[in-house]
T-cell receptor, first 116, second 112 residues
Framework: DAGVIQSPRHEVTEMGQEVTLRCKPI?????LFWYRQTMMRGLELLIY????????DSGMPEDRFSAKMPNASFSTLKIQPSEPRDSAVYFC??????????????FGPGTRLTVT | GENVEQHPSTLSVQEGDSAVIKCTYS??????FPWYKQELGKRPQLIID?????GEKKDQRIAVTLNKTAKHFSLHITETQPEDSAVYFC???????????FGSGTQLTVLP
């Protein structure tokens, strides 16, 4: 199993540009989570999906952030327009309800986003 | 919603000594408490977890204890080694929800 795959691993962009982060969950996993990690705020849950359906997006900071999961093997997190305060490491994680322990989340390697 | 507080934020111990990290949670409906280890520049990885119907769980040099009455849980690492140096996060899950609420993290440094 390749684990959770994220791309790109590093992204540097200018303020105002659109940024798209990508995630491929572990095959067979039915939950997908997007997190943001910063020194100031720690690990924050942004949104999570169950069977491709968004369940809770209360952590999405602003309308500039949007996330989609068009199928079971792919999800995107988009920031438009990006701002310097969006600079962070963005993690994608997945889990499977019938896998023990049922709540274990497997994290991807993260995307380090820098907005200048 | 759930709130998880974690202490201390930094911890330095001598190699071979024990380390203890403590977390408290607010929602009495929380029923699953994992601990994640994150090495510098790497992803968080689950190292141990405990459910609300268990008071203690051990896995080699690490153990987790849970006090439901006081709503706190702790990570214990014995015979620490330099490779234990990392940031450790506690987390809690409320009821049947799937989302983790993380503590703020503890930077553990094991001094050789």
């Amino acid at each position: 199993d390749a684990g959770v795959i994220q791309s790109p691993r590093h992204e540097v962009t200018e303020m105002g540009q659109e940024v798209t982060l990508r995630c491929k969950p572990i095959s067979g996993h039915d939950y997908l989570f997007w997190y943001r990690q910063t020194m100031m705020r720690g690990l924050e849950l942004l949104i999570y999906f169950n069977n491709n359906v968004p369940i809770d997006d209360s952590g999405m900071p602003e309308d500039r952030f949007s996330a989609k999961m068009p199928n079971a093997s792919f999800s995107t997190l988009k920031i438009q327009p990006s701002e310097p305060r969006d600079s962070a490491v963005y993690f994608c994680a997945s889990s499977q309800i019938f896998r023990a322990p049922a709540y274990e989340q497997y994290f991807g390697p993260g995307t380090r986003l820098t907005v200048t | 919603g759930e709130n998880v507080e974690q202490h201390p934020s930094t911890l330095s111990v001598q190699e071979g000594d024990s380390a203890v990290i403590k977390c408290t949670y607010s929602d009495s409906a929380s029923n699953y408490f994992p601990w994640y280890k994150q090495e510098l520049g790497k992803r968080p990885q689950l190292i141990i977890d405990i459910r609300s119907n268990v008071g203690e769980k051990k896995d080699q040099r690490i153990a987790v204890t849970l006090n439901k009455t006081a709503k706190h849980f702790s990570l214990h690492i014995t015979e620490t080694q330099p490779e234990d140096s990392a940031v450790y996060f506690c987390a809690a899950v409320v009821g049947s929800a799937r989302q983790l609420t993380f503590g703020s993290g503890t930077q553990l440094t094991v001094l050789p």
